[in-house]
């Protein structure tokens, strides 16, 4: 569904990525992991088009999509809920998932998209008029996350959502990403907690210093050498 | 008669608040202030009044014509020479705009010759309305309570509406506005494209009871400025409630100090608020 080859991008003409290649089929939930800095943000920037790619190629459903600006990129179906939750603190709950909308024209479309995220995050309904900067960062990272299933994408990227999460919290995001990709959503997620990540996920990649380093299933990267050497401190 | 300073100050102020409105939107959006404001003002009263010479359409009804034509200068006023300057860095964009309002003032004495024109004939000139003793000018009013509908639409619009939501976002965080799929370049093209239909709505609204002349436009746009500055750069609100202040300074100061005087007050309670609190009165 979502292919991506030799990718090549960075930041002011300085790259930060080298010849990344991985895929996504649709229906998987596939994490890419790696540390601070590795690029893990930088990869979901470029296929968003937020940031243009020094080369390389993106493949989305058969079609190359790199290069393009980031709201018809949107359009096709691919929505990135940004690392550090982003929400737009000063507008209300409601209105924030109606920007998740934004693409979507039909209203009655847009209806049945909110009534689907209210369900999955019944909390978000209660506080539609409240202004987002008053909810709580878990509140704020469900409706980050909502706020992207309101385009109704075929693929979610989502960038470390457990970032400045309690414990608790984070087990509670990740499983609404289970609930989300049992939908039928596929899922990319980009992740500095390793173990949580490959446990979940189908498949998994990765990325030190901008170069994919290993790839397999989430249990074969859970048993590599050099993920447990370098990430889980076994 | 003070009652009547008042009333006249506060219908003043509903005027010069639209302008200012207009002003602070590409401010609050894409932080660039337009030096050019003025002279799209004084465009829109040119139309209205060649629209009243050449085809003896009052300007009260040629007024969705200014609204649409300034709209449309302000769009392309941000595609052809905000866009290339918006990321340059420093003054680059305010330079770009106060070369824009020379080149359309100059335009402007070039076409039209600096002489005054006057639309005496309109549908509300000479008119008078008079109640509780106050006695106003139908022009002023009609200025006014049109000022205060565009003010309303641009609110309603800015709040309730798809593309209003969109530049709402796009002011607050431009990048993850492109993740919902907004096309940004289009927001800042009818961010600016708005704020130009709120000087077209304004100047014909003006053209009824002012000179219509090459410079028309400057002393509006210089009185937005303080507007905007008193408001908080950015709000509308501010930018309405500055307004108002405004209306009731310049009034208030022609009427106890004399008219020579009254932009005098303007401008010192401009330098007051600078001082002490230079994030506007209404400043978040
Ligand atoms: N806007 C930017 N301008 C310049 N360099 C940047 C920018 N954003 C990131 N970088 C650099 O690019 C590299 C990769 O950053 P990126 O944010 O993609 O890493 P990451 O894997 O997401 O890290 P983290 O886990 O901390 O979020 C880093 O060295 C970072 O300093
Ligand atoms: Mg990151």
New interface residues.
Partial sequence: MLRVRNLKAGYDGVPVLFDVSFEVNEGELVAIVGSNGAGKSTILRTISGLIKPMGGEIEFEGKRIDGQPAHLIVEQGIAHVPEGRHVFGKMTVKDNLLLGAHTVKSEKEVSAALEDVYALFPRLKERESQKAETLSGGEQQMLAIARGLMSRPKILMVDEVSLGLMPILVDKVFETLKEISKAGITVLMVEQKVQDALEMADRGYVLQTGRIVACGTGRELLNNDLVKRAYLGI | MLAQVIASGILMGFIYALVAIGLTLTWGVMDIINFAHGEFLMLSMYSAFWMYTLFRTDPLLSLPLEALLIFVLGYVTYKIVIKRVADAPGLTALLATFGLSLVLRNLAQFLWTPNYRFLNQTLVTDKKLAFAGIVLGLPQVVASVGSVIMTLAVFYFVQRT?MG??I??TA??K??????????ELVYGVTFGLSGACVGVAGALMSTFYPIHPESGALYSLLAFVIVALGGFGNIKGALQGGIIIGLAEALGGYFLGTQFKYAIVFLIYLLVIQLRPQGLFGW
């Fill in positions: 798809r939501r969109a709402q976002a607050l965080d990048a993850t506005a492109k993740l919902m799929g907004i096309n940004t």
